[in-house]
């Protein structure tokens, strides 16, 4: 049987960005061969990552993981943000990535090769992965407006090319 076509939110952390991470993740994650339908630099506001990471408002680490996501840990107030979209996108993308602590991802995963814990012990683990398609889907309307996307999620098919002209 075919798999479902699924959509899943990446994002590049700023401990990503300012190691130069970019180009190597983007390969790792090529692997999957699922294609890219959404992409953008942003800069994170509290509000947004509070509301992100709202699942995890009542620990301890809270206040720090906003700061990190928000890049006043790394000097880098941005994150890249991706949608990555085809079959089971959503387990071959977080099977990558790796588990969310970095010392006990496995070794050759994104977070197991590239991550660290901070003295903080906040788990630096350079990127955030979706991890079912409830989260998928509310991460991505939070992260993207409908029109940053070239497909419908939903029904799977292309979206007619819009003619902009930059004035
Ligand atoms: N995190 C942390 N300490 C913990 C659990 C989580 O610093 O004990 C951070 C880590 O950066 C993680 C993020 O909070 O990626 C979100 O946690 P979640 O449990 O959603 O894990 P994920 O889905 O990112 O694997
Ligand atoms: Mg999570």
Not at 5 to 33: F, M, W, Y
Not at 82 to 100: C, E, F, H, M, N
Not at 123 to 152: D, K, M, T
């Amino acid at each position: 049987m075919k798999s479902k076509n699924q959509a899943t939110l990446v994002l590049i952390k700023p401990d990503g960005l300012k190691k130069s991470l970019t180009g190597n993740i983007l390969t790792r994650l090529s692997e999957t061969k699922l294609e890219i339908v959404a992409a953008k630099i942003v800069c994170v506001s509290k509000e947004l990552a509070e509301e992100h990471y709202r699942h995890l408002k009542d620990k301890p680490f809270f206040g720090e993981l906003i700061h990190y996501i928000m890049g006043d840990l790394h000097n880098r107030k941005k994150v890249m943000a991706l949608v990555y979209w085809g079959p089971d996108a959503i387990t071959k993308v977080r099977q990558l990535a790796g588990s969310t602590n970095p010392e006990e991802a496995d070794p050759t995963s994104i977070r197991g090769s590239y991550g660290r814990i901070t003295t903080g012990g906040v788990y630096e683990n350079v990127i955030h992965v979706s991890s079912s398609e409830e989260e998928a889907n509310r991460e991505i309307g939070l992260w993207f407006s409908p029109e940053e996307i070239i497909v419908n999620v939903e029904s799977g098919s292309y979206k007619e090319p819009k003619p902009k002209i930059k004035k």
